[in-house]
């Protein structure tokens, strides 16, 4: 396990399955627990023993199960409140709070706002409290979601909603995939020096048993290559090397469908 303070809240880190991570929340100033896509109860069970404090709610990203499977025994334990994308309600196990970019949900001593990043899965939602980013399967280190329900065009605005959030933003996103990512993004993006120090370092970082999650905005945007399409010199270098259209979009699409085959 490993903690962040954050001003109001404190994020809790834990491993789950083979590589997902289960995050759960801390309040400063009130009596919220929340844990966002419990892919296993007993690890966020154990976790509130050990804290002493019950869990008030789930906030879940989207509805695969690796990501929703705690909803149920969590929601009998503790009768916590299981919050979800309005859009995406009939998925989501146990969902009592429906939310989307226009209603938010209330959590005291928490300001939260909803991004709807759609694409991964359609009424996939991200969680922004302050300077930290819940995205589940949208955004991850030096990677992106597979479009399993949206198209590239949905993707590449959820994207961009990402990448205008502040440089400082930590990114909790719920899969350590960071390391081959960026063997693909070495191969896309050869001449990065920010990149070639990134894969330094989080290999070293995965040597010692380390977490790479949370990455920040900023290093995202200098290293990730789904994000890199919105650097023109990038853009541009990548459409002409591949022959496409020289647009953020095309170039998107390209490297998306060229990961599924990598
Ligand atoms: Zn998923
Ligand atoms: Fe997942």
């Not at 949900?105 to 969680?127: E, R, W």
């Not at 719920?174 to 290999?203: C, G, M, Q, W």
């Not at 970082?205 to 890199?228: G, V």
Request: aromatic residues 8%; proline residues 4%; charged residues 20%.
């Amino acid at each position: 396990m490993w903690s962040y303070q954050h001003q109001h809240f404190t994020v809790h880190q834990f491993p789950a399955l083979n590589d997902n991570y289960i995050y759960l929340i801390e309040a400063k100033n009130s009596d919220v627990l929340a844990v966002v896509d419990p892919a296993d109860a007993s690890i966020v069970n154990q976790a509130c023993e050990n804290l002493g404090k019950p869990l008030t709610h789930i906030l879940n990203t989207h509805h695969h199960w690796d990501h929703t499977d705690g909803n149920k025994a969590l929601k009998q334990r503790w009768n916590c409140m299981v919050v979800g994308a309005a859009d995406d309600a009939a998925r989501i196990p146990y969902i009592d709070t429906q939310v989307s970019e226009k209603v938010f949900p209330k959590l005291d001593g928490l300001d939260i706002q909803v991004l709807d990043v759609s694409g991964h899965t359609l009424g996939h939602i991200a969680y922004v409290i302050d300077d930290a980013l819940f995205c589940g399967d949208a955004l991850f280190g030096a990677g992106c979601g597979r479009l399993f329900e949206g198209s590239p065009e949905q993707m590449w605005q959820s994207l961009q909603k990402l990448a205008a959030l502040a440089d400082t933003t930590q990114v909790y996103c719920a899969h350590e995939y960071t390391l081959p990512n960026l063997r693909f993004a070495r191969n896309v993006d050869a001449d990065n020096k920010e990149l070639e120090s990134r894969i330094h370092r989080d290999t070293q970082a995965r040597m010692k048993k380390q977490p790479t999650i949370p990455s920040n905005i900023a290093l995202e945007k200098a290293t990730n290559p789904f994000l890199r399409p919105l650097d023109d010199v990038f853009m541009h270098r990548y459409a002409k090397a591949q022959h496409i259209d020289a647009n953020a979009l095309a170039v998107f699409t390209h490297l998306r469908q060229s990961k599924d085959r990598w």
